[in-house]
């Protein structure tokens, strides 16, 4: 099995250009169920349906969420798949094996107020405040998620026609930008990223001060310090802002399509989670225009 795995992984990673992140994602689901099947003392090519079926009660019994489950099943399909593919398989196991229901829970989000308040914070007065504030102004005004933001590159900004282009492995979206998240990213393109680079080969957008392209940590980091400055109690994340951006753009009457787009989901159902948030912004809307209200 273990020969086949390299082969899978390599094909992820070459073929499909999967993430860093997501690869690991694929070889931590698939190695642990290598474990299993060897506890067990069967062959790969000899799981069952059966074989499917108690492992998923293993990983339930071991206290897995449903979401967890769920993408170890998917894991564990597109090996199958790939050996099916490649005739090292007769038979997929997963094939008729349904994914445990996961609950949609509503995002977190922050309110239009708790962002200003951290928007806010960042003082453009040196190099490291004018490229906080641009980067905090960028996520809020795009939602692309970090492992996104951190990737890209000088280039795939146009401040002349105001948007960013967002590449994922062979997919790209563009998405525009507002006035202030502009007026911030150029002030920090202009007065603190042409002095914090060291060396001109680097193309990162945003960078540490070291000149060297920003980390998630390193972002993570960020948004972490200014949610205290901003004496904000709740959790804020990178994902949490995107969360914010997609809430405020619905209940301010955006297409539940353009979001889909700008965020980046294949899938719309992804997007409707956010629909429950316009519920409560239709709501405000009527109290606030109904005569009779």
Not at 94 to 118: G, H, Y
Request: a positive charge.
């Amino acid at each position: 099995m273990e020969k086949q795995l390299k082969l899978f992984f390599e094909f992820l990673e070459n073929e499909k250009k999967l993430s860093a992140n997501t690869l690991q994602s694929y070889k931590r689901d698939i190695r642990q169920y290598k474990e299993y099947l060897e506890s067990k003392r069967i062959n790969y090519n000899k799981a069952t349906e059966k074989t499917m079926k108690e492992y998923i009660e293993y990983l339930q019994e071991k206290g897995k969420k449903a979401s967890t489950i769920s993408r170890c099943i998917a894991s564990i399909r597109s090996f199958y798949q790939y050996e099916v593919k490649n005739k090292k398989v007769k038979k997929d196991p997963t094939e008729n094996i349904q994914s445990p229901k996961i609950e949609k829970k509503a995002p977190s989000t922050l309110t239009f107020k708790e962002v200003s308040l951290l928007l806010d914070q960042p003082k453009d007065v040196d190099l490291k405040g004018i490229r906080d504030k641009a980067m905090l102004e960028f996520a809020y005004a795009t939602g692309m998620r970090v492992t996104e933001i951190i990737s890209l590159d000088i280039d795939d900004v146009n401040l002349e026609e105001g948007f960013v282009t967002c590449r994922t492995g062979k997919k790209q979206r563009n998405i525009p930008l507002g006035k202030m998240s502009l007026k911030a990213l150029s002030d920090y393109i202009e007065k603190s990223r042409s002095i914090l680079i060291k060396d001109e080969n680097v193309k990162a957008l945003f960078v540490n001060i070291n000149g060297k392209r920003l980390t998630r940590q390193g972002f993570w980091k960020i948004i972490k310090y200014y949610k205290e400055q901003a004496h904000i109690t709740k959790d804020i994340t990178p994902h949490i802002l995107r969360h914010s951006f997609a809430t405020h753009l619905l209940q301010n009457g955006a297409d539940l399509k353009a979001i889909q787009l700008m965020l980046g989901h294949s899938d719309i159902s992804s997007t409707q989670v956010y629909m429950q948030f316009q519920d409560e912004g239709i709501k405000n809307i009527y109290k606030k225009a109904h005569p009779r209200a």
